[in-house]
């Protein structure tokens, strides 16, 4: 489970009248079941790495980066770059969060972003051309080694962390590499990394993630914790521009019935074209304010 | 490797007795009780402050003072080298501890019996000087929080390269193999809290290095005074009296 449950200390009351709430298409901040709560981007927050991005979504606050460093492709995939993602939970999240505390939550997370972003193991379906990332076929690629971090946390995670690692790769200059010629096909070739022209990144296909937090018979986009403290089932469902489904996970301990499940995907879909667009409005905003700045 | 030119001007651009830019705000993590992001030029981090509260493990409660808490935790994006650290190493242990100690130091721990107060710092961008910088966010976080405290504690370091001493060590100058002396001071009160000193130095060099992060420590007192000054007539102006 995502949720931080143990901390939200609800009175039957409280619990009442959130589902009482959502039953009624109005939530305790007043937001419909369809409506997201504010989104808030910035670019370029982490200036050592190659590219990055904090996210605030309502009271929930993440920050992604993504560092390139060269390394050897894998070897079923020659022609193809290597991506991974890690999260980390800081306790200034959650003082639950302390020590270990947040190592299970933090590699769920992970997990979850690696299955809705990086399209599988062959990476085919990944938000991102891999084979962009290739330098020398099976000898010399970039590794984008992405760390995703919870600062402040109040539901809705997933989405989030994907918002954010979207920003920071579309943030992201990857450095042109100029290859020795004629070195011996045995020897790693000799590269020499520019440090002034920057490769940027295609980010349009990039899928969103939408989560559907299912409280009672009814469910919810952006849920806050509270309102994760009450769910039953959780559906996230990853969606690119073109409207393709990218990946899905369910969470949650209660079953859905198949046919919710579809009308959740596509309800989702609806949700996530309003996501991308107001997503990429405010990344070109960032884009643009970091621009005056420097 | 000459680390202060003829003219006087350290690799940034300082002088020797110049500190970086500071930069802090107020509130950033709105869960938490209280909270701060303290910059001083490229080191970031954030603190966050939660309690007093009810003590979490009821075997460490005290009925005469409070239960301090604190935990130090790097970013993997923080360094320069992406590196994936393990939880609880010993340089980070060892952070805590002096971090917590220096905050002990000047909260009123018995005006809060049977309570706990967990500070946690989370590095975001790591260029020397995040011992001092920690202290400094979580001095403002734990004045967000409205905990009592007998003064603001602050603290700055401050090195020696080139027979010059030169206040607040970027990364570069910390790793250069001088000496680094970590000042935390209570600037009212005029006591020391914290004193960390690596590498030898003649004593009176010592002197006029401690002198110089002493000095330091005086000038972020007085800009974290500004920064909670501020953010005070901010929060009276949204109650509207």
């Known amino acids: 489970m995502f949720t931080v449950s143990a901390m939200v200390g609800l009175s039957l009351g409280e619990k009442q009248f959130i589902k009482g709430g959502i039953a009624q298409d109005l939530r305790t901040d007043g937001r419909k079941r369809s409506t997201y709560r504010p989104i808030f981007v910035e670019t370029g927050v982490i200036p050592q790495a190659n590219g990055s991005a904090r996210v605030m979504i309502g009271a929930t606050e993440v920050i992604a980066s993504v560092k390139a460093e060269l390394g050897r492709p894998n070897p079923s995939h020659p022609d193809k770059g290597k991506l991974s993602i890690f999260v980390d939970c800081s306790p200034t999240a959650e003082p639950s969060f302390e020590g270990r505390g947040g190592d299970d939550?933090?590699?769920?997370?992970?997990?979850?972003?690696?299955?809705?972003?990086?399209?599988?193991?062959?990476?085919?379906?990944?938000?991102?051309?891999?084979?962009?990332?290739?330098?020398?076929?099976?000898?010399?690629?970039?590794?984008?080694?992405?760390?995703?971090?919870?600062?402040?946390?109040?539901?809705?995670?997933?989405?989030?962390?994907?918002?954010?690692?979207?920003?920071?790769?579309?943030?992201?200059?990857?450095?042109?590499?100029?290859?020795?010629?004629?070195?011996?096909?045995?020897?790693?070739?000799?590269?020499?990394?520019?440090?002034?022209?920057?490769?940027?990144?295609?980010?349009?296909?990039?899928?969103?993630?939408?989560?559907?937090?299912?409280?009672?018979?009814?469910?919810?986009?952006?849920?806050?914790?509270?309102?994760?403290?009450?769910?039953?089932?959780?559906?996230?469902?990853?969606?690119?521009?073109?409207?393709?489904?990218?990946g899905v996970t369910k969470r949650g301990g209660a079953g859905l019935d198949p046919s919710v499940i579809l009308d959740m995907i596509y309800f989702a879909k609806t949700i996530s074209e309003q996501l991308i667009n107001k997503l990429d409005s405010q990344i070109a905003a960032a884009e643009a304010c970091e621009e005056d700045d420097s | 490797?000459?680390?202060?030119?003829?003219?006087?001007?350290?690799?940034?651009?300082?002088?020797?007795?110049?500190?970086?830019?500071?930069?802090?705000?107020?509130?950033?993590?709105?869960?938490?009780?209280?909270?701060?992001?303290?910059?001083?030029?490229?080191?970031?981090?954030?603190?966050?402050?939660?309690?007093?509260?009810?003590?979490?493990?009821?075997?460490?409660?005290?009925?005469?003072?409070?239960?301090?808490?604190?935990?130090?935790?790097?970013?993997?994006?923080?360094?320069?080298?992406?590196?994936?650290?393990?939880?609880?190493?010993?340089?980070?242990?060892?952070?805590?501890?002096?971090?917590?100690?220096?905050?002990?130091?000047?909260?009123?721990?018995?005006?809060?019996?049977?309570?706990?107060?967990?500070?946690?710092?989370?590095?975001?961008?790591?260029?020397?000087?995040?011992?001092?910088?920690?202290?400094?966010?979580?001095?403002?976080?734990?004045?967000?929080?409205?905990?009592?405290?007998?003064?603001?504690?602050?603290?700055?370091?401050?090195?020696?390269?080139?027979?010059?001493p030169l206040l607040d060590l970027n990364y570069v100058e910390d790793g250069a193999g001088g000496p680094d002396v970590t000042v935390g001071i209570l600037p009212k009160l005029d006591k020391v809290t914290l004193l960390q000193m690596d590498a030898k130095l003649p004593m009176d060099t010592l002197e006029s290095v401690m002198q110089l992060a002493a000095e330091g420590c005086k000038a972020v007192a007085n800009y974290i005074r500004e920064i909670l000054l501020e953010h005070t007539k901010q929060l009276e102006v949204r109650r509207g009296t």
Not at chain 2, 66 to 88: D, I, Q, W
Request: hydrophobic fraction near 40%.
């Open chain 2, 1 to 164: 490797m000459e680390y202060v030119n003829p003219e006087g001007l350290r690799l940034d651009g300082r002088r020797p007795m110049e500190m970086r830019q500071l930069r802090a705000e107020i509130g950033v993590v709105s869960r938490a009780d209280g909270s701060a992001v303290f910059e001083m030029g490229n080191t970031k981090v954030i603190a966050a402050v939660y309690g007093p509260r009810e003590v979490q493990n009821k075997s460490q409660q005290m009925s005469d003072q409070a239960l301090v808490r604190c935990e130090y935790s790097m970013a993997n994006f923080s360094t320069g080298e992406r590196k994936r650290k393990p939880k609880g190493d010993r340089r980070s242990t060892e952070i805590s501890l002096v971090i917590r100690q220096t905050m002990e130091a000047c909260i009123l721990t018995d005006q809060m019996p049977r309570t706990q107060i967990d500070i946690f710092v989370q590095v975001l961008q790591a260029d020397g000087g995040t011992r001092s910088a920690c202290i400094n966010a979580a001095t403002l976080a734990l004045a967000d929080a409205g905990i009592p405290m007998r003064d603001l504690v602050t603290s700055c370091s401050a090195g020696y390269l080139n027979s010059t």
């Open chain 1, 105 to 246: 939550l933090a590699s769920e997370l992970s997990l979850a972003l690696e299955r809705c972003l990086l399209g599988g193991k062959s990476g085919a379906g990944a938000g991102i051309d891999l084979a962009s990332l290739s330098i020398v076929e099976g000898k010399v690629c970039w590794d984008l080694y992405i760390d995703g971090l919870v600062i402040s946390s109040d539901g809705n995670l997933l989405d989030a962390l994907g918002a954010a690692i979207k920003a920071a790769l579309s943030n992201t200059g990857i450095p042109k590499v100029q290859v020795a010629s004629g070195a011996s096909p045995d020897e790693l070739p000799e590269v020499d990394i520019s440090d002034e022209e920057f490769l940027q990144f295609d980010t349009s296909r990039f899928p969103v993630i939408v989560t559907l937090t299912k409280v009672g018979s009814h469910y919810i986009v952006d849920a806050t914790s509270e309102e994760e403290s009450q769910m039953s089932s959780a559906l996230s469902v990853s969606v690119n521009r073109e409207g393709q489904i990218c």
